[in-house]
């Protein structure tokens, strides 16, 4: 096995993710095995309790571990489902250290952090890549070179190289280079600075990756070459995109592929970057545009909404269409008037209600789906975006105007979400949701069926991340009133049997809900089948209205 570690210097958000993911892309388009690896130095245990405004999406993988933001880039540029273990936290080797202490695993040693915790750490990340059956693992160490947290991966990391040897281990030194439009300079000194930083924990890159504003001219990158001692060659300039997806495009032109693959003493291979040039062709010449209003809550913050964005962007290329996004606030949703929400939404050629927890914004959520449903502007719903859809159905058509779900109104008269009976004994607020993959069982002659490419029906399998269900007492009422239930959780291990994984209504363009999180197995090359219905409805839609 071979590893890459990518280290990142002089600021933090300088997309780290990204360019990794990208160089991971490169080597998987030379038909490589490769995982990825995020390791994250704060001491949650897990992204799933952290605040989403502040650090971005959690992201489900299948095993139903709750991960940083980048391992849902990972996911979508490898074309790979990660396995459990894949996102590293401090909370995660201490925990494990600790408990082989209290255990008497080190008796009569005197525990430290090294060599205990390092080791721990190079544990994790070994059986992260045999896990996946890798042949490149790619592990990216988060914040800056410098940061107390990061001291202990750093020195995990160092002794990695000297265990595992020159050859199968790869140093990839990610920074930024300024641009001061004063001076019309780009500016090296913050990359001197910080891979002096990095050599001063023993760590010598093999690559330099600057981030910067424009592609960097030579001269640059002689002057870097120079003041690092990293060869000219090996200097590669990540410099904006107008998306992602041309990260990789970009950085196979400069050569990154064939020198990763020279200092691994690897055979140069020839990539298919076919997806890639695909993709970027289509979103740069769209023949179709299409406006996607989302009623959310963290519109601020397009990065609480990452996988799902990222879905309508495949969504979009399936459909030869450039999905643009109007971010509508659902708290002011909430106390506008009809014009207003005409205003708001009128506009748009499809509304989605994304996930979330919490009553802000609630009766919001619950005023789009009213206005697409009795609009027939098409509706894709994602999981607290199905279950404001049914407490809208059952308020408005089902005679029950006083429905709602136990999660913002413990006393409703009329609890139509519900928390769901395992979740009645559960304790602890981490990794306690309903997680990971479950199987949904859609029936025949639905219109999510159909997409699935399913039609006499069947089961397939997404990603979950919830507490609260639609309440089966209702279910015979909402389908007397008109609601389809087009799926639910076939029994598994006796449990969650006979849950509601999706809901439509017929006699609507589209009206689609599910309870689970589609977006997290959205791929570029393998749009999610309910983001692309759903574009492909918008799309509809507006050309008959033109
Ligand atoms: N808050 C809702 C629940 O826990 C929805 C969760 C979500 O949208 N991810 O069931």
């Known amino acids: 096995m071979k590893y890459i570690f990518v280290t990142g210097g002089v600021v933090s958000s300088l997309g780290k993710g990204v360019a990794s993911a990208s160089l991971g892309a490169l080597l998987r388009a030379r038909g490589y095995r490769v995982t990825a690896v995020k390791i994250d130095p704060y001491i949650n245990i897990d992204a799933g309790t952290m605040r989403p405004y502040e650090h971005g999406e959690c992201f489900v993988t299948a095993s139903g571990a709750e991960t940083d933001l980048d391992i849902g880039n990972y996911e979508r540029f490898l074309d790979l489902d990660v396995p459990a273990g894949s996102n590293i936290t401090t909370g995660q080797v201490y925990q494990e250290v600790i408990r082989k202490e209290r255990a008497g695993d080190y008796l009569s040693q005197t525990v430290q952090v090294i060599p205990h915790v390092t080791d721990e750490i190079k544990r994790r990340i070994r059986a992260a890549g045999e896990k996946a059956g890798a042949e490149i693992v790619l592990i990216e160490v988060g914040g800056t070179v410098g940061d107390i947290e990061s001291l202990p991966f750093l020195e995990a990391i160092r002794q990695f190289r000297f265990d595992e040897g020159d050859e199968n281990v790869l140093f990839l030194h990610l920074t930024l280079v300024p641009y001061l439009g004063t001076s019309h300079e780009f500016k090296t000194k913050p990359t001197q600075h910080s891979v002096a930083a990095l050599r001063s924990y023993g760590i010598s890159p093999d690559i330099v990756m600057v981030r910067s504003k424009e592609k960097l001219p030579p001269e640059i990158t002689r002057k870097i070459a120079q003041f690092t001692s990293v060869r000219e060659n090996r200097v590669f300039s990540s410099y904006d995109v107008s998306h992602v997806y041309e990260v990789p495009l970009a950085l196979e032109e400069q050569g990154l592929g064939k020198a990763v693959e020279d200092l691994l003493g690897l055979e140069r291979t020839m990539p298919n970057l076919g997806v ?92 789009a789906a009213e206005y697409a449903r009795t609009h027939d502007v098409p509706y894709l719903g994602i999981c607290l975006g199905m279950q404001v859809a049914v407490i809208e159905y059952a308020r408005n058509v089902a005679g029950l105007p006083e429905a709602n779900s136990a999660e913002f109104d413990q006393y409703a008269p009329d609890k139509v979400i519900d928390l769901m009976p395992e979740q009645l004994e559960v304790e602890g607020m981490g990794g306690t949701m309903r997680l990971g993959d479950w199987p949904m069982q859609l029936n025949a002659g639905t219109k999510i069926a159909e997409l699935y490419g399913v039609p006499q029906g069947g089961t397939v399998t997404e990603r979950h991340r919830h507490r609260y269900e639609v309440n089966p007492a209702y279910t015979d009422r909402l389908k007397t009133a008109g609601l389809t239930i087009s799926g639910v959780t076939p029994g598994v291990q006796g449990r969650g049997a006979g849950l509601v994984e999706s809901i439509e209504i017929g006699n609507h363009p589209y009206f689609v809900a599910l309870q689970a999180h589609p977006e997290f197995k959205s791929r570029p090359m393998r749009p999610s089948p309910p983001f692309a219905g759903f574009v492909k409805a918008a799309l509809k839609g507006q050309q008959a209205a033109g």
């Open 276 to 367: 890639w040039t695909h993709a970027v062709k289509t979103m740069k010449q769209p023949a179709n545009e299409v406006t996607i209003a989302i009623a959310g809550k963290y519109t601020a913050m397009p990065d609480a909404y990452l996988s799902m964005m990222e879905s309508l962007t495949h969504a979009g290329i399936a459909n030869d269409a450039k999905v643009n996004i109007k971010w509508v606030n659902a708290e002011e949703l909430a106390e506008a008037g009809a014009g207003e929400l005409e205003k708001q939404l009128g506009d748009a050629d499809g509304i989605l209600v994304p996930g979330g927890f919490g009553i802000r914004g609630i009766e919001g959520k619950i005023k």
